[in-house]
Structure formats: C-alpha cells, structure tokens
DNA sequence: AAGACGAAAGTGGTTGA
DNA sequence: TCAACAACTTTCGTCTT
C-alpha cells in the first residue's frame, strides 16, 4: 500500500490529530491517532501523466481537468452552440455556417456515442453514491468501452454491464464493494452482477482472485465508528487466522465482520453482533460461526487480552 | 428487555461425474 | 445435466446480562 503523509493544514475533523495520510490509490485520508476514513468528496491531486525530462513536461501540461475516460469525449470536446444566446452574437451573413456546423456536431454523435454518454452519466451516479475515487471511476469507464467494444453488451442491460465492471474494478483496486451495496444502487440483482462480473472478466482476460477481508475491514470499521487501534487489532487477528487456513472458502465479509467484532470487543469498544452484521451485510449467525471458530482454533480469551 | 447462543430447516451457487 | 455439498440465511426457543 503506497501512504503519503498529507502535509499541512488539514487536521483530522474527528480527533483534531495531524497524522494524516493519503492513500491515492484508495482515494482515502486515514487518520492515524483515531482511524478515521475520509473518502468523501476526496480531489485526487495526482498528475495522471508522467515526465521523463523538461521537454515532455512542456508537451504534457495542460489548463483545466485532467482528461477522463469517464467522459464519453474523454472530457476534450468542445461544442458548437450550447444555447441559442450565440447565435445572436453572429452577423446574419455568418449564421447558415453555424447552423451547417451544429447539424454536423449531431450526424457525428453516433448511436454509440450517445449510449455512452449516457452509461457514463450512470456510472457516476453508482461511483458517487458508492464513495468510489475516481482512479477506480477511470478504470471501470475503461472496462466498459472495453465490453462495448467487443460487443459484450449483447443480450444483457446497460445497468447490469456497469454494475459488472464497477464489481470487479472495485475488487482489482482493493477497495472491494459488496454485491448487496452494488445491488442496492443499481437496482440489477445480486445474481444477475455476479454473471456479468464472470463473464468479463473472462472475456477481457482479468485474474479472478477472492477478496481478501483485510481489504472490507478498514470500511466497516469507519461505519462502526471505531476507532484506529481497533482496526489494527483486528488486522493482526485476521492475519494470525490466514495462517491457520480459516479464511480460505468462507465468504470474507463474514470474516471481516467477525475479526472486527472480537477485535472491538478486546480494545473496549464493543458492538453488538447485529451492528457488525447490518454493516458487512452478513446475518449474525454467520459472525458467530466465524467467531467460534477463532476463539477456538487461535486460543484467543475472549475478553480483554492487552 | 436486549443481546448472545445454538439447533434445524431452507436457499443459491459451485463442483464433479 | 444432475446430484452432492459447503457456506450462508432464516427462524425460533433458550440462556445471559
């Protein structure tokens, strides 16, 4: 995980601490003294271009947003005549030009185009709702002109192919988001984004690896409002149990669930099961389950161990 | 009264013949 | 394509705090 202490002013707006760090490729602040997850409303500061020496840079730079495949235009275009107040501006001799060019700019907005644009204004309807930075918004716009233009779309909803590419996008930048959250916000069923999901990744050629719970438990945490030590605990713990094989074939947000849940117990800063259960989106019989198993096979004395 | 616990039956998805 | 299977859920009664 590459960190960045964020220099400055900015102190964090829940224990006033100034150890910030950024984390650019979550597109989340961390607060070290109280654990604190800020992703909302995060600006990513980064150049999405690189410089190998002066002369590229001069070559490179430019005014305005940074250019965004998350765009149907990549965000570069101009247009001819947004509102008719321009066409006031022009001598009349002048106007047939700007109505020639005006219907151009529309021939040229194929049917594509336009799907496009209107997946796009989707997908960031989902990214926004979700808290999703816009490195992951980048590379799931990606993906979808990559299912597009192989013609995966057939036979399946826009919605559906979206929700698909924002799942595995997600779990590629380690910032997994559940199928019930996804389900929730894009209105496709959990069973419909789970097929998509395979059937992209298999097609544009992705590594289908399982989440890792470590990557749902810094989340959670911040929904439970616990605190930072809390999250390392639970880090150490679940770090202990993939040693013992424990992770491996159970669903990793039950497992997140139940590492957060001793691990609040341990530090003090209790949940009840139902909580923890409401926020991972597991029942509490399945946190019990995975508890059991951990106090059992990791010898952990259920309460107050440092 | 709320939370934790455990048993039992049901559900949806994966796997292997 | 079908059956077996494990993980997870739902439901419900009991015990603990």
Redesign the pocket.
């Known amino acids: 995980m590459l960190e960045k202490e964020v220099e400055g002013k900015i102190k964090c707006p829940e224990c006033g601490g100034k150890k910030l760090f950024k984390d650019s490729t979550r597109g989340e602040v961390v607060c070290r003294s109280c654990g604190l997850v800020i992703e909302d409303g995060m600006i990513d500061f980064s150049q999405e271009w690189r410089e190998f020496d002066s002369g590229e840079s001069e070559k490179k730079r430019r005014a305005g947003a940074p250019m965004s495949l998350a765009r149907h235009d990549k965000g570069i275009s101009t247009e001819i005549g947004m509102g008719y107040s321009d066409i006031f501006k022009l001598p009349a001799s002048k106007r047939p030009k700007f109505f020639r060019m005006k219907k151009w700019q529309q021939r040229i907005s194929t049917a594509t185009e336009r799907n496009l644009k209107y997946a796009l204004a989707e997908l960031k309807r989902y990214t926004s709702f979700l808290n999703l930075p816009s490195s992951v918004e980048e590379t799931i716009a990606l993906l979808y002109r990559k299912a597009v233009a192989k013609e995966l779309v057939r036979g399946r909803s826009m919605e559906s192919v979206i929700a698909g590419a924002l799942y595995a996008a997600c779990r590629e930048h380690g910032t997994p988001r559940t199928l019930d959250e996804i389900s929730e916000v894009s209105h496709v069923p ?2 419909e984004i ?1 097929r998509t999901y ?1 059937f992209l990744a298999r097609q544009v050629g992705l590594r289908i690896l399982p989440t890792d719970p470590a990557d749902y438990v810094p989340r959670f945490a911040s929904q439970l409002t616990l605190s930072g030590k809390v999250v390392t605990k639970a880090l150490e713990i679940l770090k202990r149990s993939k040693e013992k094989e424990l992770t491996s ?7 997140a669930a139940a590492v957060l849940y001793i691990a609040a117990q341990m530090i003090g800063e ?6 923890v259960a409401d926020v991972a ?6 946190i ?5 198993e951990l106090v059992r096979e990791l010898n952990l004395s ?1 309460l107050q161990d440092n």
Do not use: I
Not at 249 to 255: F, L
């Open positions: 959990k069973r789970g395979r074939g159970r669903g990793p947000t039950g497992v209790k949940r009840t099961q139902r909580q989106g597991v029942t509490e019989v399945t019990r389950n995975r508890y059991k259920s």
